[in-house]
């Protein structure tokens, strides 16, 4: 099955240390600003351009702060596309990319209102577990070469990919500045 990655594909950890006892989630004010978590490498097959350009479409955006939690390739691309949303306004918050340590890494999932996990290539979705085990709702890309599949984020198309649990997408067209 010939796919859009060049890269040998090799399994690495590099999530969120589970802990001997469940954590109980911070309380979260959804009125307010929003924690977004996405955790992996930024590279194509991690498909976070996904999140980033589903903001166009999300009525939420401008509440929105979103964290990229890994290093990578893409990481300078998904930079300048995330500060080419906050300077057209569309998010209010500028994005925040870093790696962190598994203890950083708890106390974001802690924080953070949503998992995102945009992948459509993941053997094992092992950190999508551990921010579970934290106490975030992860929000799980479709594809046929991933370990977690559920909720949809369609890569390719644009105006499915973002999509509130209730009510469907909120438009089907890029929101205006």
Known sequence: MKKRFKARLHVIHNGIELP???VKATAVDPSGTVDLLCVGRL??????????QAMRYSRYASRIHLIFAGNGPKE?????????????????TPATFSFYTHEELQDLARKSYLYIHCAWVEVEGLSCLEATREGLVPVI?????????????????PELRYKPKRGGADRHVPRRA
């Open 141 to 157: 890309a479709q594809g046929d070469m991933i370990g977690t599949a559920g909720f949809a984020l369609c890569p390719e198309r």
């Open 76 to 92: 300078r691309h998904y930079r300048k596309m995330a500060d080419r949303l906050f300077a057209e306004g569309i998010l209010k």
């Open 20 to 22: 001997a006892e469940p």
């Open 43 to 52: 590279a194509s097959e991690k498909s976070q351009d996904t999140l980033l």
